[in-house]
Nanobody
Framework: AQLVESGGGSVQVGGSLRLTCVASGFHNRRKCMGWFRQGPGNEREGIATIIGDNALYADSVKGRFTVSQDTAKNTIDLQMDALTPEDSTWYFC?????????????????WGQGTQVTVSS
């Protein structure tokens, strides 16, 4: 099973980016998917998860980021609006069968390699 992210890049403050993650090689079972990002201390910060119609967001991105899942295409997107320099970091796609482990790193089984986002002023 593999997760591949795309859509990272450079944008100015207040701009938008859309990240996409494609999941391949997974069994045809219900999956929770989500996005983490690298924190300032190299920790992984959970920012959004989604399973079915249920989405969960970290306070730091609530109202600015929107996560969506297309189960038919096995993809998950993260629409990021009103970006600030504090959003600059690496973003990672995650997946787990059957349930969502939440916004902590523990128990997420699958991780992508990441895509970098840079927000400049």
């Amino acid at each position: 099973a593999q997760l591949v992210e795309s859509g990272g890049g450079s944008v100015q403050v207040g701009g938008s980016l859309r990240l996409t993650c494609v999941a391949s090689g997974f069994h045809n079972r219900r999956k929770c998917m989500g996005w983490f990002r690298q924190g300032p201390g190299n920790e992984r910060e959970g920012i959004a998860t989604i399973i079915g119609d249920n989405a969960l967001y970290a306070d730091s991105v609530k109202g600015r980021f929107t996560v969506s899942q297309d189960t038919a295409k096995n993809t998950i997107d993260l629409q990021m609006d009103a970006l600030t320099p504090e959003d600059s970091t690496w973003y990672f796609c995650v997946a787990n069968y059957d349930y969502c482990p939440g916004l902590t790193r523990t128990n997420w089984r699958y991780w992508g390699q990441g895509t970098q986002v840079t927000v400049s002023s």
